[in-house]
């Protein structure tokens, strides 16, 4: 029980932190005068989109740069694709980061044809803080849980990034994978305890350091 | 059971996520999973706030927004090349609308104890209503397009000033940014002729960014960094800019005014700095000066005669010296050319004699100055009074020809300066409107060369058509 009260102190409050979102009505009403071609619109998506793009693309990659190469990358397909857009086939978010999705594949095969590794370690990943030896020792890093999800198959790299980065829900994890959502539940499973045997305290109370 | 855990799981996870259940609600919910359901749990949460510390470097999610909004405006430019949307009539009525529901309201504002007619109201709130539809029928289609074209006060005036931001910023090139603030510095101008035009109030916050806009380019030209394109663009500008304030300056309000007196001076500095550049460039052509300056005619003690003064006329005047001849302007055209043996009066250290000629009258300076008309044979009266300060007429630099119609009373002013010869439109008669050149041109120019030409300019009378005519210049003057 030790171990659990000190990672309930650690993870600093039990709530999920807030995925900042717009009413559905908002979104659907910005999206529908978007695909006319309202720049006001466009723009307003761009704001309320862009930190979880860019955020699924860290969380993918593991590598700032290319992730806001990446970011913008997606804005720009997104406007070549959004007077197709359709409400009846999915919800807006699960239609932008599929987007995402197949802008990352193209990038990894890209990278691959190449030869060139995909994701470099660098130093600058963000997270928010500049103490980061005081901050690993209070909470689960950035940086660790980055290391942590390379080591994951792709497949549960990708769900953990959709769910935990972006805050999408299984059915549009699904929708954006094009997966069923059964899978989509394993693949979530699988991941998490991975990524808990590798972030969270073992017996002793020292959580793992994820090399 | 894995397949149960991954359900519990995906569950709960949503659960709280949702704010719905807290992870010990979770537990007590699927208590045979226990402490492993809880672990799950938290890691997910302590994942989920590591990528929330991720966030984007403010300096790439500034200009990366700025990029996607110029490709949204690229995007809209091409769709609106290939086929106008059906929507645009629609809610270009529908922004006309409410224009008017915003007029009907301010007016509402300003005079509330008035009658609110029936019929006003309920326009009011059919336009309400249209604006409601235009959202539904993406009025904001043509948005850019037509934020092109609004004025401070406009609805959509916000959407013009980010645009001209992004088109800041996406410049990189100095020569390229200063062509953009160029550009910017004379929609502000335009938009203030097209406020007072319209009888629409023109705030401190539209001067303001008057100057705003225009004091980087100022600096710029001061330390030397525009070429000689650019300063003439901005001597362009920023006559234009004096013009529009000083047909402003009556009718604003006395909030605006200090405001608008620093707008003059900015405005009165550009058009100093950047004459200068251009007149100074060796490598300069020879340049067309423009009159750029209405005048205002001012009321005539005589019926038939109008008295004109430049914009300006405390700028050349000495003081105790008067502005213009002593005796009363004549009533009728002069036959033959008519020159004072005597000088009537000195400034700037001028003797000034009269000439009458036609319609016009003028004073210019005494042969002791070294200037002479040059004489047309066999016309008694001319229809062009030449005025030269050198028998070899524009041949080096200094040499002047002034060249002013007897009819309209109209002025060129030709000189010779460093070798190029230049045209300076002194007075012209454009649509029965009378321009003069901008004083704070001409002077910062030509310097000590423009006292003449200024000074005449500053003489001209012009005896006003007794039948009234559309084009003076079309009505024959009277005499042989």
Known sequence: MTRISSFRYEVSGLEFPSLQTVSPELERATVDRARVGDQQALADIYDWYMPRVYRYAVARLGNTVEAEDLTEEVFLRMLGAIGDFRWRDVPFSAWLFRIAHNAIATHFRRAAQRGGPTTAIPEDLIDGRHDIEAAIEQQITIEEVRRAAQLLPDAQREVIALRFAVGLSIADTARVLGKREGNVKALQHKAVAKLQKMLVPEKDGVRPRVQ | ?480
């Not at chain 2, 699927?30 to 403010?58: C, D, M, N, S, W």
């Not at chain 2, 030397?224 to 001597?235: C, Y």
């Open chain 2, 1 to 480: 059971m894995t397949d149960d855990f991954e359900r519990a799981l995906a569950d709960c996870v949503e659960l709280v996520r949702a704010g719905r259940r807290s992870i010990d609600d979770c537990v007590r919910l699927y208590p045979q999973f226990g402490e492993r359901l809880r672990l799950a749990l938290l890691t997910v949460i302590g994942v989920q706030k590591a990528y929330e510390g991720v966030a984007p470097r403010p300096e790439f999610a500034e200009r990366a927004r700025e990029r996607f909004l110029v490709a949204t405006g690229q995007r809209l430019q091409e769709a609106m090349d290939i086929e106008p949307s059906p929507t645009f009539f629609a809610s270009a009525r529908v922004r006309f609308l409410m224009a008017a529901q915003r007029m009907g309201l301010a007016q509402r504002a300003s005079a509330s104890h008035r009658h609110v007619p029936f019929v006003a109201a309920h326009f009011r709130a059919l336009a309400g209503s249209m604006a409601a539809v235009a959202v539904f029928l993406g009025a904001g289609t043509y948005t850019v397009a037509s934020a092109d074209d609004s004025l401070p006060g406009d609805w959509q005036y916000p959407v013009k000033l980010q645009t001209e931001r992004v088109r800041l910023a996406l410049t990189f090139s100095d020569d390229a940014r200063r062509d953009v603030r160029l550009d910017i510095a004379e929609e502000r101008a335009e938009e203030i002729e097209q406020l007072a035009e319209r009888g629409r109030r023109i705030t401190p916050g539209v001067i303001d960014r008057l100057v705003d806009q225009t004091a980087p380019l100022v600096e710029a030209a001061e330390k030397g960094e525009l070429d000689t394109g650019e300063a003439a663009r901005l001597r362009e500008i920023a006559q234009r800019q004096k013009q529009v304030l000083a047909q402003v300056a009556g009718a604003v309000e006395p909030e605006t005014q200090e405001k608008l007196t620093e707008a003059v001076q900015l405005s009165r500095q550009a058009v100093e700095v950047s004459a200068r550049i251009t007149a100074n460039d060796p490598q300069r052509p020879p340049q067309v000066v423009t009159a750029s300056v209405e005048l205002t005619p001012t009321p005539s003690p005589s019926p038939t005669a109008t008295q004109t003064s430049p914009a300006t006329p405390d700028a050349t005047a000495s003081p105790g010296t008067p502005a213009g001849p002593a005796t009363p302007v004549p009533a009728t055209p002069v036959e033959g050319l008519i020159v004072g043996e005597e000088p009537v009066v000195t400034r700037d250290s001028i003797k000034l004699v009269p000439l009458s000629s036609g319609r016009v009258r003028m004073t210019i300076p005494a042969p002791e100055h070294g200037w002479s008309i040059v004489r047309e044979p066999g016309q008694s009266t001319p229809e062009l009074v030449r005025i030269t300060n050198d028998p070899a007429i524009l041949g080096s630099h200094g040499s002047s020809l002034l060249v002013i119609s007897t009819l309209t009373g109209d002025m060129y002013w030709y000189v010779n300066f460093n070798g190029r010869l230049d045209e300076v439109q002194m007075r012209v008669t454009r649509n029965g409107k009378v321009f003069v050149a901008d004083e704070d041109v001409v002077r910062a120019t030509y310097g000590d060369l423009a006292k003449v030409p200024l000074i005449v300019l500053d003489s001209i009378e012009v005896i006003q058509d007794p039948t009234p005519t559309p084009s003076p210049a079309a009505t024959p003057t009277a005499g042989p």
